[in-house]
């Protein structure tokens, strides 16, 4: 296994610390959730990540991307974490971009993805129902058939970027039982079409998500995303990729805690000491930064298992889901215990690592579903 980075990795991880340093601040994040902002992100910032080619890393060049693999675009996402960036790479490079890239026609790919890439079109992907919890196949949402095509009826819920996404990927129940794996089937349609309702909602980090309802919403047979009734074939491999990427954009947000609260432990004075200069606070800040570096191994496992294909991918994704749950939770903890009454408090940035760490805990699986998840896998 190649740990180290070659030139082409390094100066991207460079150039991504130094755009999040240049461009962003956790001023900006604290100001766009103050504003309840309508877009919940820049757009200008979004333009210019995709004139770094940022957006077109995973895609083909025939698509004008940059045919990298995960490895590469976790580089960026750990940078983006460490500022807590809210632009929609997940929503739309991993999850949309993800499927549209792995599941599409060569005429989906064609419409979808050089519009992504540029920067001029946003994706989500709507798969999650209440009461589904972590379980992809349990899909409530059904597609009837309707001549040619289908209707859609339901409701997904924390779709992430919903309110600003173009078009949504949904995954909805062609065939079967609620429960069943068999049956699924995704389809690409315009946020704006008949039916659809789309209600805004935030994340305890002030994230965005939304509830997004289908009434009768028309879709036709060249709408379908993948082979019709095999939605779960391609939406467990779309799913595991944005878990990796979600897993690097932990780790940079895990690190940034820790660097956060190691320079407290350095100014912070207490009896005419620095407070980090006692050894039970030393103790415990070592625990943290082992704890990051097994995250850290962790991530780049799942992410070169992706990329090579392998068929223990999916564990190699568990592992590092749950690892870097426990990880950014340690992190983001330890560094509002440190930080004292003040950490406490909303005018300390500290804790808005702390809400990241439990809001990206539960998104696509906490650390217990990923234990047990590695643990079915393995056949234990
Ligand atoms: C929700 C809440 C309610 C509170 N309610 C009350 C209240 O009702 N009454 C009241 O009096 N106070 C209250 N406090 C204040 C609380 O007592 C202080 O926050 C606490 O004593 C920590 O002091 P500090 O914030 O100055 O942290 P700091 O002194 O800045 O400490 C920061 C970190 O260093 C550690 N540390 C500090 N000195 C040492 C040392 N000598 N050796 C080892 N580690 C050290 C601390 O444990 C902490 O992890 C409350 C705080 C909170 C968050």
Redesign the pocket.
Known sequence: MQFSLNEEQSLLRESAAAFVRDHSSLRRIRALRDARDADGFSRDLWQQMAELGWLGIPFAAAYGGLGLGLKELALVLEELGKGLMPEPMLSTVLLGGGAIARGGSDAQRAAVLPALIRGDLLLALAHQERHSRYDLHRVATRAERAGDGWRLRGEKCLVLDGHVADRLIVSARTAGGDNDRDGITLFLLDRGAPGVSVVRQWTLDGRNAALVGFDGTPVGAADALGAVDDGAALLAPVIDRATAGLCAEMLGGMQAAFAMTLDYLKT?K??GVP?GS?Q??KHRAAVVFTEIELARSAVLAAAMALDEDDAQAPQAVSAAKARCADAFLLAANEGV??????G?TDEHDIGFYLKRARAAEITFGDAAHHRERFATLRGY
């Open positions: 912070r207490q009896f407070i006692f039970a606070l215990q440190m930080h004292g009454g003040i406490m």
